[in-house]
């Protein structure tokens, strides 16, 4: 299926001020970006760089006063994630080399706090997929998606205290026990159709059975395209503007996804 996917933000910049942003999908084996546009106003020069984890960030140097980014974007991408119970949990001996950073605690998944309560959370489920789906449903059991809920980032272990999350916060929690388990998990950020309300979405991917799964703890099901935009072990790392130096005001952010028929 193909998604065109939108975002705008807008900010008012008291002066000059530097920032990074993360805004471009890139294509892999799940997505395949067709069309895409990229709008600063007023129009600054940018520079793209990649980081560590394969993500596409553009810096740049924002004028003072408002100053506005404006992205679209045409992916091809599944119409439901991947599911695969009963995929077998890979040895740490056997992962691949780009796996393993996904399986240390960070700095908002302490998996090194967390390995009684994982090992309890899965007791019984045979290794691999079926762990990562007992913690799905056990942070589905005891927190409730609750967009908007909070705007400071709480770590693994202070969401498992709560009630209440934002799909970032339910993202670390799913990751860090997931780890606790010495299984890979890595935070994404991205699209998700028929979102509501609508905006940009963060889960988590596992690596079991050779390859990474898709888990989300805010929906019921895999349904619905998605498309990724950044990876990362936790939200530090994916976060999709960073602005160094005196504050900035955030006026507004707009998100958009919608079916299209073919990309055009």
Do not use: K
């Amino acid at each position: 299926m193909w998604i065109r996917a939108t975002c705008f933000l807008e900010f008012h910049n008291p002066v000059a001020t530097p920032f990074l942003f993360m805004l471009r999908p890139r294509s892999g084996w799940q997505q395949w970006v067709a069309r895409e546009e990229y709008v600063l106003i007023p129009a600054v020069s940018a520079v793209e760089f990649t980081d560590p984890f394969g993500n596409l960030c553009q810096r740049l140097m924002a004028p003072p006063g408002r100053f506005s980014v404006h992205t679209s974007v045409d992916i091809e991408c599944s119409d439901a994630s991947d599911e695969a119970p009963g995929a077998h949990f890979v040895e740490v001996q056997q992962l691949p080399d780009d796996t393993l950073p996904f399986l240390l605690p960070s700095r908002y998944c302490e998996s090194d706090r967390l390995s009684q309560t994982a090992a309890s959370i899965v007791s019984g489920r045979v290794s691999g997929y079926d762990q990562c789906t007992a913690i799905v449903n056990y942070i589905r059991q005891r927190i409730r998606y609750t967009p908007g809920a909070g705007q400071d980032i709480v770590s693994a272990c202070e969401v498992n205290g709560r009630t209440e999350a934002v799909c970032r916060d339910m993202a670390h929690l799913g990751i860090a026990c997931c780890r606790a388990l010495s299984i890979p998990a890595r935070m994404v950020v991205g699209y998700l159709e028929n979102l509501q309300p609508m905006d940009l979405h963060a889960w988590f991917e596992a690596y079991v059975g050779g390859r990474w799964y898709t888990f989300d703890p805010t929906q019921d099901n895999l349904q619905g395209g998605r498309a990724a935009i950044a990876y990362g072990r936790d939200a530090a790392d994916v976060a999709i503007y960073t602005q160094f130096g005196d504050p900035v005001e955030l006026l507004g952010i707009n998100v958009t996804v919608d079916r299209l028929e073919t990309p055009r």
